[in-house]
């Protein structure tokens, strides 16, 4: 089955800098990547997604990266806020199946002020 | 209603009784998943159901864990004969229709809190 790592587990930025979380994925059949939020004692809110099709997507101060040949993608958190403080999952669409979900185990981001 | 909606949010239950967690979807979503969340982790799969079909439940860790949705929309998930390492959050979800295609989130209830004591 699909495995998803995901790095650093712990991440801690000063307010305005950049944050980049990382995770390699095993099936090369995955083709869904999205990226979830969870703030304490929140559920997994959906930030951001991409497609096997796609290289890069961008939504304001987050982008994500996705390179299929190395199996890894990346999240991008730009101008950082402490708002952006959580923990961080991204997932993998678990090979030809087009609705399970691996998930990472998740980092958790600090932004201080 | 505005979200997935899970009861109850906390149950505690002794070693040994059984226990049915219940999922109202978003109104209108097909898709419903089961998700498994312990501390420090990231959700782990249970099952999946489009409609009333429970289309894969490979993630169900034995047979003392079932889940149905007979009307095609809530689902309630059954843990017989609960063991201590049975405690963890269970989540479920939903998504307008089944698959990951561009535009078809999936959402995620706030949980429920089992402990098996």
């Known amino acids: 089955g699909e495995n998803v790592e995901q790095h650093p587990s712990t991440l801690s930025v000063q307010e305005g800098d950049s944050a980049v979380i990382k995770c390699t994925y095993s099936?090369?059949?995955?083709?869904?990547f999205p990226w979830y939020k969870q703030e304490l004692g929140k559920r997994p809110q959906l930030i951001i997604d991409?497609?096997?099709?796609?290289g890069e997507k961008k939504d304001q101060r987050i982008a994500v990266t996705l390179n299929k040949t190395a199996k890894h993608f990346s999240l991008h958190i730009t101008e950082t806020q402490p708002e952006d403080s959580a923990v961080y999952f991204c997932?993998?669409?678990?090979?030809?199946?087009?609705?399970?979900?691996?998930f990472g185990k998740g980092t958790l981001l600090t932004v201080n002020p | 209603g505005a979200g997935v909606s899970q009861s109850p949010r906390y149950k505690v239950t002794k070693r040994g009784q059984d226990v049915a967690l219940r999922c109202d979807p978003i109104?209108?979503?097909?898709?419903l998943y089961w998700y498994r969340q312990a501390l420090g982790q990231g959700p782990e799969f249970l099952t999946y159901?489009?409609?009333?079909?429970?289309?894969?439940k490979s993630g169900l860790p034995n047979d003392r864990f079932s889940a149905e949705r007979p009307e095609g929309s809530i689902s309630t998930l059954t843990i017989q004969r609960t063991e201590q390492r049975d405690s963890a959050m269970y989540r479920c979800?939903?998504?307008?229709?089944?698959?990951?295609?561009?535009?078809?989130?999936?959402?995620f209830g706030e949980g429920s809190w089992l402990t098996v004591v």
């Open positions: 979800a939903s998504s307008f229709a089944g698959g990951t295609y561009s535009g078809n989130t999936i959402y």
């Open positions: 099936d090369s059949a995955s083709n869904y």
């Open positions: 991409i497609r096997s099709n796609v």
């Open positions: 997932a993998a669409s678990s090979g030809g199946s087009n609705y399970k979900l691996t």
């Open positions: 109104s209108g979503h097909v898709s």
């Open positions: 159901f489009n409609y009333e079909a429970q289309q894969d």
